[in-house]
């Protein structure tokens, strides 16, 4: 039996069971990247985001995020296939969102927010003030979905990306930090 995910698109849908054969709602996980999870994201930034621009989050980049102390990777498990990540860095003030894609075939289910909402709540925690990203400015998608998630643009950025690919800046403020997680 197809059970419904949170969202009513027909792609959300998935099947799940109990031990018992019992039909369930299983909804992705979402985790720290390990080592073993390096090579799946770099070929999904090369796929989903990089397109166009060559490939600079190789797999020996990302593995060096995931050992780095002041970035996170969160990955979403969807049935143990890697169906989205994000990769954040956190510095004093501000914490940087350098990547986050959902596979194509996941989206619009809600795990972008997730995901994003996963990797912000550290810096909420930490009391830093803002998160900042950049944005290939031919990807309306994700400026439109990363408005949605509270970031408001800022700049953008001619050549960004290579020297061929503008990016739009966009920033979230994060307030008073844990008094924030409280409310
Ligand atoms: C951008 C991306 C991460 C969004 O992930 P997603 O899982 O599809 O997004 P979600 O399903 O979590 O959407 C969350 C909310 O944003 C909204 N949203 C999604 N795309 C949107 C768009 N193009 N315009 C406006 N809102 C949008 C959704 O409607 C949803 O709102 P709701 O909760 O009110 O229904 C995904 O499209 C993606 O991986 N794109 C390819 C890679 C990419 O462009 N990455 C970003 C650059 S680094």
């Not at 166009?52 to 995931?66: D, F, I, K, N, Q």
């Not at 075939?105 to 990797?119: D, S, V």
């Not at 944005?135 to 050549?159: C, H, L, S, W």
């Amino acid at each position: 039996m197809w059970r419904r995910s949170r969202r009513s698109s027909p792609h959300c849908w998935r099947r799940g069971y109990t031990g018992e054969g019992t039909p369930m709602i299983a909804l992705p996980s979402i985790r720290l990247a390990t080592s073993k999870d390096a090579a799946l994201i770099a070929e999904m930034s090369r796929d989903y985001i990089e397109h166009g621009l060559g490939w600079s989050w190789t797999p020996a980049r990302v593995l060096a995020a995931v050992r780095d102390r002041a970035t996170n990777i969160a990955v979403a498990v969807d049935l143990e296939l890697l169906a989205g990540f994000g990769i954040m860095h956190y510095g004093e003030d501000s914490a940087h969102l350098a990547l986050l894609a959902v596979r194509p075939n996941r989206q619009q289910c809600g795990l972008g927010a997730r995901l994003i909402a996963w990797l912000e709540k550290p810096a909420l925690v930490a009391g830093i003030e803002r998160i900042r990203l950049e944005a290939r400015a031919d990807n309306p998608k994700a400026i439109g979905f990363y408005r949605k998630q509270g970031y408001r643009e800022v700049g953008r950025v001619n050549g960004y990306y290579r020297g061929t690919v503008d990016a739009v800046r966009l920033e979230k403020r994060l307030g008073s930090g844990l008094g924030t997680l409280a409310r």
